[in-house]
Structures are given as C-alpha cells and as structure tokens.
C-alpha cells in the first residue's frame, strides 16, 4: 500500500477515484484549491469510505505549499487531476490555462523531484488525438496537434513527461488518455457539479431531466454517423476510477513512460445518449436540432487493447448504469453538491 498525493481530488474524477484509493487501502492525501469544487465533495468521500481524509487546501503553482506538503507526508507516488479544463473558456483565457495547467504540473515536478518522488499518474485526454487521425485511437498515433489551448496543455505536459523520463530513468510516469466520463458513484453522494451553464452533454442531458432547463441543445445532426449526431467514448466515472489504481499499481513496480487508453471502444451517438437517459429517468428529454459546435469532430473512441494488455483492466459499465447512476445523483442533489 502507498502514500498518494491526489491533486484535483476534489473535483469530479479525482473525487471518485479517492473513494476506490481509500478502498484498496492507499493512505491518501488530497490536495485542491477548489477553483472548480467544493469543500462538501471531500465529506461525501469521508461519509462514503468511512475514513478521516487528510487535506490540504492550496494551489499547486505555491512551491511553499507543496514543499510543506513533501517534507510533512512520505509521499510515494502521485496522482495528478489538477487543472483547468473548460476547453472554451480556454479559447478566452489562454494565459490562465497554460499557466495553471503547465507551470502548476512544473512545479509539482520539481518538488517531486527534490523529495525523490519519480512516479506520477498524469490526467491527459483524447483531446490530445487531435482531428487528423482516423478512429478508434491507438497510443502510437502522433499527437502534435490541438484545436485549442486546453487540448494543447494536454498535448504539452504529456511532452514535459517524456522528456523528463528520458532525463532520469528512475521517473515512473502514466499518461492516462481519458475518452468521455459521466456517470456517477453508486450511492448517489458523489457525482459531476459542473458550475453554471454545463459546457458538457451528460451534465446538461441531468439538468433537462431535472427540469432546470427547457431542452437540450443538440449540436448537428448531418456528421457521417448512425443517426448523423456526433459519437463519443462514454465511460463510467467509477470504470475511469478503477483504472487509476491499476495505473499506480503499474507505476509503482515499473519504470519508464507509457500512455494508456482509457475508454470502452464503443461509441455512443448524442441521442443514443438521450434515449438511454429517458429510459432511465422514465421521462421524455425535449432537445432541438442546433448547428455545429466549432471545434466538434465526428467520432471520437478508443482502441482500448494497451490497457487489458498493461493492466488487465477493462470498462464493466455500459451506458445505460451511466444514466441510471446519472439519474440517482442529480436527482439526490438537485443544485449539485
Ligand atoms: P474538475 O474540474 O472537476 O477537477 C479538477 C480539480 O482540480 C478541481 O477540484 C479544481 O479545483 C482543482 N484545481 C485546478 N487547478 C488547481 C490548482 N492550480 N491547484 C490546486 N487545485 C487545482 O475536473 P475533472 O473532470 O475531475 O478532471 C480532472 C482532470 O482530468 C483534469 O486535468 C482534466 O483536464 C482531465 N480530463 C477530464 C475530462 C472530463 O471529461 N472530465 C476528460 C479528459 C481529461
Ligand atoms: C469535450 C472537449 C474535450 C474535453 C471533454 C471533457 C470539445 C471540442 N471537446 O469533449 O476536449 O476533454 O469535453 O471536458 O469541447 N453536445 C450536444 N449538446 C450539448 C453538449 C454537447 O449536442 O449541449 C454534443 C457534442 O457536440 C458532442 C457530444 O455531445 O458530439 C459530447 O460533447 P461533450 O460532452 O462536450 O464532450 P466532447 O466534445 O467530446
């Protein structure tokens, strides 16, 4: 069993994967600012794991902060989710987000390193496949290129990784390429509380559903799949959980870099999304036909052989306890956590 420091942990993936941390037996410590949080995420992972959780509120680019942090914890390995991510938002405040996302990882690097701590469990994206390779993804695939500063922060730290592999054979480093999580934790405390008008389709999908707003908006219906609405990897947030601790499992008795998959294979179209919702929720979802988001690509999914071949793990859930776990969660929280 390890000592982790989850950054991020109180966000929406870091959240569910302290659960399963504490469940395996990991001694964690959570570090969060809360600049896309809440206090109350990290008393739902107390009340869920029945555990006291050990905390540090502060940011990641506070070298101070993360020293005091080092020199207090024995940490062994590290599991890191913080960062900004709204890829809009990203387009309008470019400087924020490569400052938070790329100097914050730097700094966290380099206090790893003063404290001989080489093994890190890095939050990446499909984002970072860009719009030029053909689906299903494959880690081999080049990934120089983004469609926005988000992405390209993603595409950035993953290069800062590899070469600082390359600089010192000890470093022990997961690149984790998450395709699209929803869903929530079983017991409905935990769950995505996304603030203000949800960027993404799931959180939006539970928002119609609750009766918050009127219809969803469905950007296109003229891409060249099933049903002409744009296909996506969905992936139960407790899968994605999972797949962390096999991740650490790997980082922590192996050495090297490697970038892993993280996706069911299969796609799932918007409204293929929206019927599995209503039949979960027993409700019809009013949506309307709206133009093309900028930026959207037809299909996005996953080869997701690495991952059974590296760790053996595999998605359990399929979409439809996606939206049954969707459904129990915002209806328990109806104004999010
Ligand atoms: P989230 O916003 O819910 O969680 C991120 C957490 O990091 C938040 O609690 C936030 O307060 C914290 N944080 C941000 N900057 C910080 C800083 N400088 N110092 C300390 N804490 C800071 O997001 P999430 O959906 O849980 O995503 C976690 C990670 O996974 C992110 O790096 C994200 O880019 C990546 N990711 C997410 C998705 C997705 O669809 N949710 C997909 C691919 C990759
Ligand atoms: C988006 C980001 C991606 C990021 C991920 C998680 C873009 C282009 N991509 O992925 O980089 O890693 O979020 O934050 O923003 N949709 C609707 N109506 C809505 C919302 C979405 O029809 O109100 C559609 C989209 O057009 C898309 C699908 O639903 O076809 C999924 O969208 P979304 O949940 O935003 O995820 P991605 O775009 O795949």
Redesign the pocket.
């Known amino acids: 069993m390890a000592n982790v420091l989850v950054?991020?942990?109180?966000?929406?993936?870091?959240?569910h994967t302290c659960v399963e941390l504490i469940a395996a037996g990991h001694d964690i410590i959570v570090?969060?600012?809360?600049?896309?949080?809440k206090r109350e995420?990290l008393l739902r992972i107390e009340e869920i794991s029945g555990k006291k959780l050990k905390f540090v509120e502060?940011?990641?680019?506070d070298q101070y902060a993360l020293k005091m942090i080092f020199d207090k914890y024995r940490i062994d390995a590290v599991i890191h989710?913080?960062?900004?991510?709204a890829v809009g938002e990203s387009v309008h405040m470019p400087v924020e987000y490569y400052h938070?996302?790329i100097t914050?990882t730097l700094m966290l690097i380099k206090a790893m390193r003063a404290h001989n701590c080489k093994k890190i469990v890095f939050?990446?994206?499909?984002?970072v496949y860009g719009v030029d390779n053909p689906v299903p993804y494959v880690e081999t695939m080049p990934t120089h290129t983004s469609t926005n500063p988000?992405g390209y922060t993603?595409v950035m730290i993953e290069q800062i990784l590899r070469d600082v592999a390359v600089s010192d054979p000890e470093w022990s480093i997961v690149l984790l390429r998450?395709f699209?999580?929803i869903g929530a934790h079983k017991s409905g405390l935990l769950g995505?509380d996304p603030n203000g008008i949800p960027n993404?389709l799931f959180p939006y999908i539970q928002q119609v559903a609750i009766g918050k707003r009127d219809y969803l908006g469905v950007f296109g219906n003229d891409y060249d799949t099933h049903d002409g609405t744009g296909v996506r990897d969905y992936i139960h947030v407790m899968d994605l959980a999972r797949g962390h601790l096999c991740a650490l499992d790997y980082a922590l008795s192996n050495t090297g870099v490697e970038a892993v998959n993280l996706g069911t294979g299969k796609g799932s179209s918007v409204l293929d999304v929206l019927h599995a919702f209503e039949k979960a929720c027993g409700r019809k979802i009013p949506y309307k036909i709206m133009p093309r988001r900028a930026g959207d690509i037809a299909r996005c999914y996953a080869n997701t052989d690495k991952a059974k071949e590296l760790f053996g793990w595999q998605a359990r859930y399929g979409i439809e306890e996606m939206c049954a776990d969707g459904w129990n969660f915002i209806q328990k929280n109806p104004n999010g956590l």
């Open positions: 950054t991020g942990g109180a966000g929406f993936i870091g959240s570090v969060d600012n809360f600049s896309n949080s995420a502060a940011d990641i680019l989710f913080a960062g900004l991510k938070n996302n914050g939050s990446s994206s499909a984002t988000y993603k998450y699209n999580p995505e993404n």
